[in-house]
Nanobody, 115 residues
Framework: QVQLVESGGGLVQPGGSLRLSCAASGIFSIKTMAWYRQAPGKQRELVADIMSSGTTNYVDSVKGRFTISRDNDENTVYLQMNSLKLEDAAVYYC??????????WGQGTQVTVSS
């Protein structure tokens, strides 16, 4: 059974930090693990992704503030978010893509940035 279990969202003040986690189970041959986000009234956007090799990619707006990492043994991906801004508020979704072109989504975790 495929599962993507996300955790770590919540309410934080501007300038604060949060760490998101996404644990994948029942998925094999994982190539890419990624975090997307969707704010109200906006399209879902890629925040960061990480290949099985460790190569990372970030959207420009989070470079220098967010760090994506993964534990290949545990099939878990993390997103460390520092210096959070009001515009980072969104539902964050974990995405996993396999070498045979399958794609799986987590249920989403809310990140609220408010003073």
């Amino acid at each position: 059974q495929v599962q993507l279990v996300e955790s770590g969202g919540g309410l934080v003040q501007p300038g604060g930090s949060l760490r998101l986690s996404c644990a994948a189970s029942g998925i094999f041959s994982i190539k890419t693990m990624a975090w997307y986000r969707q704010a109200p009234g906006k399209q879902r956007e890629l925040v960061a992704d990480i290949m099985s090799s460790g190569t990372t990619n970030y959207v420009d707006s989070v470079k220098g503030r967010f760090t994506i990492s993964r534990d290949n043994d545990e099939n878990t991906v993390y997103l460390q978010m520092n210096s959070l801004k009001l515009e980072d508020a969104a539902v964050y979704y974990c995405n996993v893509r396999t070498y045979d072109f399958l794609s799986y989504w987590g249920q989403g975790t809310q990140v609220t940035v408010s003073s």
